[in-house]
């Protein structure tokens, strides 16, 4: 008896914080999954919901940066992509503050806000982020070697610069498939950053 | 007992699930015209129980909170909207968003400013729209006279804007004044701008009403801004036709140093191309310039920026009127500027702003105005100025700020028995305040004042500014009126220090249009000049005066072609003073009518290449022809220039920038100086005053040499 009352209170004090945990999941599954604007928004309301009510938990705020730069891909019109990428900006810098945070994904994050700003405004930003994403990626994986999002998204940046300066880039067939091989055994059940296998599918498409 | 409180801790449990009981929380969410607002993310605050907005502004949602509820609604570009919800009342709820802070603050008063609402291209010239713009030679100056409003005076290469002189003209860098930012060439041979376009990351352009923030510019400011942070470690150098440049930053986690060194020797340029000037000594210029960055924290950012150049040549001058007279004009100019800055935004809202530079220009000429003279002009500044601005409400933001100018200017000139000296020291305060009204969401005003107080001639001045901003399906609509003032030139100054601040009022009206890649902009001015330094036979005195009316047109297309970019733009102006030399109201000799400029540039994603050209047109310049009755009695023919420029990515390391003026190779005359006729009594001799060469040829490498920066010729 004194067993079955000691795991009513476990579940009891346990329950707010289960609550949470589990509900992160599927979130974050739906936002791997997402592609249309409506589907990253309804995705971002969730998110920002989260957020405000667990403001020092750092996969909410990672996931509202990552959603942000996502959008900022979708929307149209300038103004947009500039609100939110400002926006994405405020969650990044937050986020090294934050209990238990994987700094590899918040510097991958960080090259993939600055490849949105070049992407809103090629011919300004192009120039004057260029070395800053590498720099950010190369952090990413000097903190964590197996982070297949950098991987793919540095191998993805250096070749878009070696088709831009119409040279070749020999090594970046391996490069993809490496990312590729370690998404494999990236497990895709829980909460942590699991997004990025779109990119592998669009690095064998532009070969 | 032990079952007790299992019962008990069973009951809670359940208690949890009565309390839980779901309730219903509905209603719609409008935008500040009343419109429905999708896709607001609508929910009860500290839970995740929400739901976003339909197409129509209606949310719907259950939860399990119990008692009152806080029901908060967010959207991005919207204030957050809170507010309390008693319990059965928990329908049928109408939500009324207003546009946020940030968004209210993107609204810019446009007349007057190429800087735009945040994004618009427009204001934000970067570094590459101004290299890759032929007729540029990689120069600041010589590209923002493209833009409209800026006038072609080929023989200065400073900046004379609609009509007024270049002295009116003053260039900020992080909102510190700059005292001497052209650089120092011989007569007849344009200046250009101190410190590399690079390095700047910000270059806004007023050409007319600027903010009252920025003093002692009677006709235009330029300001600049450098980076607030630079991550990259990188170096790298540049060869080029006319010297060699180098240098690099090393970034740290919160900061960085970045240091770069030129020289430049037009002695090789010459040997090769000649020009029509005689060199002793060739053009030679040494500069070397330093950035500190430090930022604590996001929010945080110190700057420190520290430029130093030396200029030195000797050239062969012969008098026009006497062939026999020959001197060598022997220059030596130092200039040093320091300028450290401290910005901070606080979580209450307000930003804070603290800066303090210095400026000293010293220039030592010998064989000056004849053979065995010396002149010698030596000037410092220091101004310091800080401010602080928050928003108060939706409706009001609020500027305030002070400051200071120390100025110092000796002048001393030397000639056999003749000596000359003679200096002045006196300071500028002021006190500025600017509120800005959201007066509705497409209705702005910008009311603003600056209280002046110039000790050299004991003086109070004051200057107000209102500026309206009104929005119509996306067209701006703007409008200013503003006075400004400005102390008279030093030359003067020098000989009465009583002479009164000269002052400027200024009407603009204008219209911005920007949509799919292609800008639309008509601008009209009438300035009205005041008090101006007036040289008379005998007297020198403040009561020149003057005006200056005209339109300005801008176009820009980058969507015509793929990879084509082309912009148009047109100044029409009508300046008359009586000021300075010009005893009757007049035509100054660096106003011209008309100013048209057609610029192409053309990306070649092939020839990894962006190729430009510029054709410049202006209207002849008026002159005086003693021979004639009156003054400035003559105009010149026309000026036209065809400039083209090159820019190939040889690799991600190295960038190949060419560029040449004048390819038709058209002489443009200036102005005309006479010399009296000795065999003719009352005859002249005219001498065109015209480029020291018929074109400028500029070829330069920027070759990066760290691993991770590409495509970048900046070093800081």
């Not at chain 1, 982020?129 to 903190?143: F, H, Q, T, V």
């Not at chain 1, 091989?181 to 498409?205: C, D, H, L, S």
């Amino acid at each position: 008896m004194k067993t079955m009352k000691n795991y009513v209170w476990v579940l009891l004090l346990a329950l707010p914080l289960l609550a949470t945990a589990q509900d992160l999941t599927p979130v974050a599954q739906t936002l791997n999954k997402a592609k249309q604007v409506p589907e990253f928004m309804q995705v971002r309301s969730k998110l920002e919901r989260f957020g405000m009510a667990k403001p020092d938990e750092w996969l909410a705020n990672y996931y509202l940066a990552y959603v942000d730069v996502q959008l900022s891909f979708q929307l149209p019109s300038k103004d947009e992509k500039a609100q939110y990428l400002r926006e994405a900006e405020e969650y990044l810098n937050k986020l090294p503050e934050l209990k238990g945070v994987e700094l590899s994904e918040v510097y991958t994050l960080k090259g993939l806000r600055l490849y949105g700003l070049i992407a809103s405004d090629p011919q300004t930003n192009g120039p004057k982020y260029s070395g800053e994403i590498i720099a950010n990626y190369e952090k990413a994986l000097a903190l964590n070697p197996n982070n297949p999002r950098a991987m793919i998204l540095l191998a993805l940046f250096k070749n878009n610069m070696a088709q831009f300066m119409h040279q070749a880039n020999p090594g970046f067939e391996q490069e993809v498939d490496k990312a590729a091989a370690v998404f494999e055994t990236e497990n895709t059940t829980t909460a942590n950053p699991a997004w990025g296998r779109t990119w592998i599918q669009m690095a064998r498409n532009s070969k | 007992m032990k079952d007790f409180t299992l019962i008990i801790l069973f009951f809670f449990a359940g208690l949890c699930t009565v309390f839980g009981q779901q309730r219903t929380v509905e209603g719609k969410v409008l935008n500040e015209k009343s419109k429905p607002m999708h896709n607001a993310n609508v929910f009860i605050k500290g839970s995740i129980d929400g739901a976003s907005s339909d197409s129509l502004g209606h949310f719907s949602f259950t939860t399990d909170q119990a008692g009152e509820l806080t029901l908060c609604v967010r959207m991005m570009g919207y204030a957050e909207y809170i507010i309390l919800l008693m319990p059965g009342k928990l329908t049928n709820i109408v939500v009324k968003m207003h546009p946020d802070n940030i968004t209210l603050d993107n609204v810019v008063v446009t007349a007057g400013n190429f800087r735009l609402k945040g994004n618009g291209q427009f204001g934000k010239m970067s570094a590459v729209d101004i290299v890759t713009t032929a007729g540029s030679t990689g120069d600041l100056y010589h590209s923002l006279r493209t833009l409209p409003g800026a006038q072609m005076v080929g023989e200065s290469g400073k900046l004379y804007v609609r009509g007024g002189d270049s002295r009116e003209a003053q260039t900020y860098i992080d909102e510190m004044h700059v005292l001497s930012p052209y650089t120092t060439t011989s007569e007849n041979v344009p200046v250009r701008g101190r410190y590399s376009p690079f390095m700047f990351e910000g270059i806004n352009f007023s050409t007319g009403a600027s903010a009252s923030e920025y003093a002692q510019g009677l006709s235009s400011v330029l300001a600049l801004n450098t980076k607030d942070a630079s991550p990259i470690t990188k170096i790298g150098f540049n060869p080029s036709s006319v010297g060699l440049g180098g240098g690099g930053t090393q970034a740290f986690d919160k900061g960085s140093a970045s240091v770069s060194l030129n020289y430049q020797n037009m002695g090789p340029y010459y040997s090769l191309i000649p020009d029509r000037l005689h060199w002793v000594n060739p053009y030679q210029l040494f500069s070397g310039s330093s950035q500190l960055r430090f930022n604590p924290d996001p929010s945080t950012v110190f700057k420190t920026f520290i430029g130093y150049d030396r200029t030195t040549f000797v050239q062969q001058l012969t008098a026009l009127d006497n062939p026999s007279n020959v001197r060598n004009l022997n220059m030596k100019d130092d200039n040093f500027y320091l300028n450290s800055t401290f910005q901070k935004s606080t979580g209450s809202g307000y930003k804070i702003f603290a800066g303090a530079a210095f400026s000293f220009h010293n220039q030592h000429i010998d064989d000056a105005l004849v053979a065995a003279d010396t002149y010698r002009n030596k000037e410092w500044e220091v101004h310091l100025k800080t401010k602080v601005s928050k928003r108060f409400t939706d409706f009001l933001r609020l500027n305030v700020g002070l400051e200071n100018f120390f100025r110092h200017n000796n002048t001393a000139y030397n000639y056999t028995t003749t000596a000359y000296t003679d200096s002045i020291n006196h300071t500028i305060s002021a006190a500025f305040a600017t509120a800005i009204l959201n007066l509705s969401s497409n209705l702005h005003a910008e009311l603003s004042d600056r209280l002046e107080y110039t000790s050299i001639n004991h003086q109070w001045n004051q200057n107000p500014r209102l500026a309206l901003t009104y929005n119509l399906n996306g067209i701006n609509f703007s409008g200013i009126v503003g006075r400004y003032t400005q102390l008279a030139d030093n030359k003067y100054l020098l000989l009465d220090r009583n002479l009164l601040a000269e002052t400027c009022m200024q009407y603009v009206g204008g219209m911005y249009y920007e949509k799919k890649d292609k800008i639309y902009r008509i601008e009209s001015y009438y300035k009205q000049y005041d008090k101006l330094a007036l040289q008379e036979p005998t007297v020198l005195n403040s009561t020149g005066y003057g005006y200056s009316k005209g339109v300005d047109l801008f176009f820009n297309d980058k969507a015509l072609f793929k990879n084509l970019e082309y912009m148009l733009a047109y100044s029409f102006c009508l300046s008359k003073r009586k000021y300075e030399e010009y005893t009757e109201l007049s035509v100054p000799q660096y106003a011209t009518t008309h100013n048209a400029t057609v610029s192409l540039k053309y990306n070649v994603p092939a020839l990894k290449s962006i190729i430009g050209i510029t054709n410049r047109f202006a209207s002849g310049r008026p002159y005086h022809d003693p021979a004639k009755v009156g003054i400035m009695n003559s105009t010149t023919g026309c000026y036209n220039s065809v400039d083209m420029s090159l820019t190939y990515l040889a690799s991600k390391k190295v960038i190949i920038y060419a560029s040449a003026t004048n390819l038709l190779n058209r002489q443009n005359v200036y102005n005309y100086n006479y010399t009296a006729d000795t065999a003719q009594p009352g005859g002249y001799h005219k001498t065109p005053v015209i480029d020291s060469a018929p074109h400028f040829f500029y070829l330069g490498v920027f070759i990066t040499l760290s691993g991770k920066a590409a495509y970048d010729v900046s070093n800081f």
